[in-house]
């Protein structure tokens, strides 16, 4: 027989990690470049207590009450830090939206999520002007500035966010509930289909953060500055909103310029010694490093992920800028964090070569979630880092199904969740993505990993950007073809790269053929578009039946 712990229950909630970094590190400082373009900086005190107004407004002006949707189309500032605390702390969910999307899926996903009221940049007003004759269940329109930057609209009633802060009180008592309430709301890109929605709990959301702060995840503490370049709409800017309270650690929010000269700046002026993006937008730093001549003197460590970090993007960073990467694959779906490349006693002891081979996966599981990796019948792939099969995730951060139940069913009859992700795991642990189920490129019966391909290619210095995708091949079914985007400047032919693969691949893995372009399509989360890439490359190598 079971008996009770005699432990205090006390629910789970987001207000939490507000309110201890505002009562223990209360002069810690959240830093941001304003979308008005000036710095903006305060402490976690401040942000609390207008937090707190935040709150009153929500309840006492607009009648928002537990559950109700509350959107943003927002950059990654100081206000949106105040929304994610004083949405969710008061019992309404936080429902973020990716501005960069298609126009249409935009307007799409603000009214699946029945979003009550939009609290929006300035930058995003032209936006919602268009949008607005779909917006019919928007309440009203929220800009997120102050009197003298309020923009000339068309859009019906809209208010100034400085304003209705500046008329509420900060006397508010955080509220608690039921832990398993949602608190926030992330749809994912839907690059098949429409964007689905996924509903974090304040438990799963505290969980994840716990998780997060763990010394073998993002390796964080105190002593750190954090600045998330990954935005808040992407995966609630990879959990370090919620990271840098529970730690008492200072934040940099970098608003409306992710450019090479504004993050450089900020890191240098801010002493940012932390910070996470996709690869793009980190090709994009190294560009401004070079032209410019600058350093990153503070920043230790970064993270990324978002895409497959190329090989020469780490060595880079590591080499010529005394900056550590640290991998990380995850999911929206994942709150994000999935897996980590953290070193172990074990990998750390490997001879140099095969080390590197191991630290440049996608990484390792930390405590609390689970994977499985099976073959088509469902049986589990040797664990030898060779043989390709399915990903399934499981645990308390993991969604276990979408919003207005689109979809349907996700999870399978033991709860674990499908990623869509195809990769091998090698006897350290380590998870290596070969490519989304979708994006697999199979010759001839067998599977080419188109990651590992573009990994090499970046590793050529006059290519910026490279992405394979498999087309129409009249005798092997599907063919690999490299598309290449060259450092600006620089002259690259088809030839020259491919040569260069030469002898790094095995020969069936070569592309049967590259082409050099000036932009490659990406993804509102800056992913390469291989849907596109295949539609434009279809008849690259033969017409298809
Ligand atoms: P979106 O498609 O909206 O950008 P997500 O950010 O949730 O949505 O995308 C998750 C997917 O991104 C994963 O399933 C995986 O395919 C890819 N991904 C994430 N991190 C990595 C990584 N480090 N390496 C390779 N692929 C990654």
Request: aromatic share 10%; with cysteine; net charge negative.
């Amino acid at each position: 027989m079971t008996i009770a712990g005699l432990m205090q229950e006390n629910d789970l909630m987001i207000s939490d990690l507000i309110r201890y970094a505002a009562r223990y590190h209360g002069q810690q400082e959240i830093v941001t470049r304003s979308v008005e373009g000036p710095l903006h900086r305060y402490t976690y005190r401040e942000a609390e207590s207008r937090a707190r107004r935040l709150a009153n407004l929500l309840i006492n002006r607009f009648g928002i009450g537990h559950g109700d949707r509350v959107g943003t189309l927002a950059l990654t500032t100081y206000r949106h830090f105040e929304l994610f605390y004083g949405v969710s702390g008061m019992g309404a969910v936080l429902h973020t939206t990716n501005p960069r999307l298609f126009e249409e899926q935009v307007s799409y996903i603000i009214n699946h999520a029945e979003d009550r009221l939009l609290f929006l940049d300035i930058d995003f007003v032209p936006l919602v002007e268009r949008l607005l004759p779909d917006l019919g269940r928007v309440e009203k329109f929220i800009i997120l500035t102050d009197r003298d930057h309020m923009p000339e609209t068309s859009l019906p009633d809209v208010l100034c966010y400085e304003e209705l802060l500046a008329a509420e009180s900060a006397e508010y008592d955080w509220p608690a509930f039921d832990e398993k309430s949602a608190s926030s709301l992330c749809y994912t890109s839907g690059t098949t289909g429409n964007p689905k929605g996924v509903l974090y709990s304040h438990r799963s959301t505290i969980i994840h953060a716990l998780a997060a702060a763990q010394n073998s995840a993002y390796g964080l503490s105190v002593f750190d500055v954090i600045m998330p370049i990954a935005p808040m709409y992407h995966a609630n800017g990879w959990g370090l909103p919620y990271v840098a309270p529970m730690l008492g650690a200072k934040l940099v929010l970098p608003g409306a310029k992710l450019d090479g000269e504004n993050i450089q700046d900020l890191i240098e002026s801010e002493g940012v010694t932390f910070s996470c993006a996709v690869p793009t937008v980190f090709s994009m730093l190294f560009q401004y490093l070079e032209e410019s001549g600058k350093k990153v003197g503070p920043l230790k460590k970064t993270m990324i992920g978002g895409s497959a970090v190329p090989r020469a993007m780490s060595q880079k960073f590591l080499n010529t800028y005394g900056v550590t990467v640290l991998q990380i694959w995850g999911m929206t779906e994942t709150s994000p964090l999935g897996v980590i490349a953290s070193p172990t006693p074990q990998v750390l002891a490997l001879p140099a070569a095969e080390r590197e081979e191991v630290m440049n996966k996608q990484g390792r599981i930390q405590f609390g979630l689970d994977i499985k990796v099976t073959r088509e019948d469902g049986s589990p792939i040797a664990r030898d880092g060779v043989e390709f099969g399915d990903l399934w995730v499981r645990g308390p951060w993991v969604t276990s199904g979408y919003f207005r139940d689109e979809g349907g069913r996700v999870l399978d009859e033991d709860g674990w969740f499908p990623t869509g992700d195809v990769v091998t795991i090698d006897p350290y642990g380590f998870i290596k993505i070969t490519d989304r189920s979708k994006d697999v490129i199979k010759s001839g019966g067998e599977w080419i990993s188109s990651i590992d391909i573009e990994n090499l290619a970046v590793g050529h210095p006059k290519v910026l950007q490279a992405a394979v995708v498999g087309v129409y091949h009249p005798k092997w079914e599907e063919r690999p073809i490299l598309v290449i985007k060259p450092v600006p400047g620089q002259n690259l032919t088809g030839a020259e790269i491919l040569d260069f693969l030469k002898g790094k691949i095995a020969k069936w893995w070569m592309p049967d053929a590259a082409f050099i372009v000036d932009e490659i399509p990406l993804t509102a989360t800056g992913k390469i578009k291989k849907i596109t890439l295949r539609e434009q490359y279809r008849d690259a190598l033969a017409p298809p039946p």
